[in-house]
């Protein structure tokens, strides 16, 4: 025979509260997202560092070679392509990956069913975007002076206006 457990036997199941689940599924996004990131890392420096790489080759060296610029020019060049390779990064990045979620993957349907509200999936993929724009124009940096020798030329004494203008730009 089987025996009926008094209710205050019972086992209750605690559910979770809305913000638990929440703080956990964009956990897990933000995580899946980060894993990609480092798995595609070659993928990305190659996307994002190639345009500035041509760019810093001819105009700052087959240029100031044949006598088309001098180095007050290279001196802008530097941060326009720093500033460009964060701009076009940080609208690359979402716009591919959504692409391809909606085409191919079909993830981003996999997204918008977890338990957070579709807000928080648009916040973490334009966070997602900012911190590789960021890598990006990091990176920008130690390639020019790879690519311009001598002539390349930077100023300290604006350091955090050009960080915080990078950031900017980032949060596109």
């Known amino acids: 025979m089987s025996a009926l457990i008094p209710s205050s036997q019972a086992r209750v199941a605690h559910p979770r509260s809305n913000l638990q689940s929440t703080r956990t599924a964009l956990l897990a996004i933000v995580g899946r997202d980060l894993l990609v990131t480092r798995r595609q890392m070659i993928v990305l420096l190659v996307q994002t560092l190639i345009q500035p790489l041509f760019m810093l080759f001819i105009i700052g060296k087959v240029f100031s070679a044949i006598g088309a610029s001098n180095s007050a020019f290279i001196a802008l060049l530097v941060p326009g392509i720093v500033a460009l390779t964060v701009f076009t990064t940080a609208l690359q990045v979402p716009s591919v990956e959504l692409a391809r979620d909606l085409a191919f993957t079909r993830e981003i349907e996999d997204r918008l ?3 957070l509200p579709t807000l ?13 724009a960021l890598l990006s124009g990091i990176l920008v940096f130690p390639l020019a002076y790879w690519v311009l020798g001598s002539a390349y030329q930077v100023r300290s004494d604006r350091l955090g206006l050009s960080l915080a203008l990078i950031v900017l730009v980032a949060l596109v």
């Open 113 to 115: 069913l977890a338990p």
């Open 120 to 132: 928080l999936v648009a916040v973490e993929k334009v966070g997602l975007a900012t911190v590789r």
